[in-house]
Every structure is written in C-alpha cells, then in structure tokens.
C-alpha cells in the first residue's frame, strides 16, 4: 500500500498563530510521506470583544478566516490526526475540549477507534506544561481506541528541538516569538504519523 492512500488531518487550535504555525510544518511533513493531508481549525468560542482587545488574536484570525472548520465528517474520513493546542493550565486550551465533546457520537460508533493520534503543543514558558497537555489530550485518545504516535527519540531533531517524547512543543515569548527551532520535529512528526498511519492501514488491509 503506498503512503498517498494515507488521509491525513492535522487539526489545531490557535489564538496568536503558534500552533497554527506548528500545524502547517507537520502537513508539509505528511504530504512529503506522501499522505493526503487536510488543514483544519476547530471553532473559536472566545467572544469578539475579547478577540479584538488583542491586536495579534484579532490579525491572527482575519489571517486564518479562509481556513476550514473541522467537521465529524473530516474525521470520519481521515486515517490518522495530528491535533495542535496550546496549554491552559496543563490542559488543552478549552476550544479544543469542546470540539472533542462533540465527537460522542463518532466515539458510540465506532468510528474514531484505530485511528493513528498525534499531538503537539505550546505554552509561554520552559515548563508551562507542554508535555502534561499533551498527555492530558492522548488521554482522550485512548478512550477512542485511537493508536498514539509519539515521536518518542526516533529521529535526531526531536533532540535539537528541545527533547520531548510525547510531540512537538514549543515555547513562546511575550512577543509571540518562538524560543526552540521546532521547525525539524513537527515536520518528522508529520511524517512519522502519516508512515505509522500507513502501516497501519496495510495490516488492517491485510
């Protein structure tokens, strides 16, 4: 089975950019594995008022605004997902958490279980709990019977960008600038979820 049947979702969420930043190096990761890949946002809940109190909240989403929207069907159609989030207190931001709370009925069906998980994430400093979002989020994961496919050490540049296992992670200034060069890893994982992802398919095919 060669890797350009592998469907591919990389969904995030993102108030100033960073995670949709991270989103757009682990698609150019998959699509150079070959998958077919799609781009998706999960819904903003934030009220206006506060989007436009902040000027680099407000750029980042008339920046995005042609961007889909993820769908139940988006899900339903991919082989694998890469999910992007920023860290709220060690958890996945809230947007995302309600995205997840829609997908009961995916879940009651079936159709969520063996799908290959990856994830990645941010946070505004050194240890502002990247890692315990990410596990939070894999958590969700195991109750689909989704497959978890962490880049662990399998390629030198998860060392380079700062060393975590669980997925790419990032840390940000006030300025939004990022303070690691995680360009590499989001792009090995892409490419490593979408590889998992199809050795997976093979054998189910098999």
């Keep these: 089975m060669a ?13 100033t950019g960073t995670n949709y930043q991270l989103s757009q190096w682990a698609v150019e990761g998959a699509k150079q594995a070959g998958a077919e890949t799609k781009l998706l946002k ?4 934030a009220p206006e008022a506060a989007i436009n109190a902040n000027p680099a909240w407000k750029a980042h989403m008339d ?3 042609d961007v ?25 931001a ?3 958490k309600q ?11 079936g159709k969520l279980a063996n799908k290959v998980v990856s994830a990645m994430s941010s946070a505004s400093n ?12 894999y958590t969700s994961i195991h109750h689909w ?15 380079a960008s700062g060393g975590n296992p669980y997925g790419t992670s990032v840390t940000v200034d006030q300025s939004g600038k990022m303070l690691e060069d995680v360009r590499p890893a989001a792009i090995h994982q892409g490419k490593r979820t979408a590889t998992v992802a199809g050795w997976m398919k093979k054998g189910m095919q098999g």
């Excluded at 050194?126 to 989020?137: F, K």
């Design 145 to 159: 019977g989704g497959i978890i496919a962490a880049p662990g050490y399998t390629d030198p540049v998860i060392f």
């Design 94 to 96: 809230s947007q995302m």
């Design 126 to 137: 050194y240890h502002g709990g990247q890692e315990a979002t990410i596990l939070s989020l």
């Design 63 to 65: 920046a995005t605004r």
């Design 42 to 45: 999960v819904p903003e809940l």
């Design 99 to 109: 995205f997840f709370d829609t997908l009961g009925g995916l879940w009651f069906n």
């Design 3 to 15: 890797l350009s049947d592998v469907k591919l979702a990389v969904i995030y969420y993102s108030s």
């Design 68 to 92: 889909p929207t993820v769908s139940t069907g988006d899900l339903e159609w991919a082989d694998a997902y890469i999910f992007s989030v920023p860290t709220r207190f060690g958890n996945m």
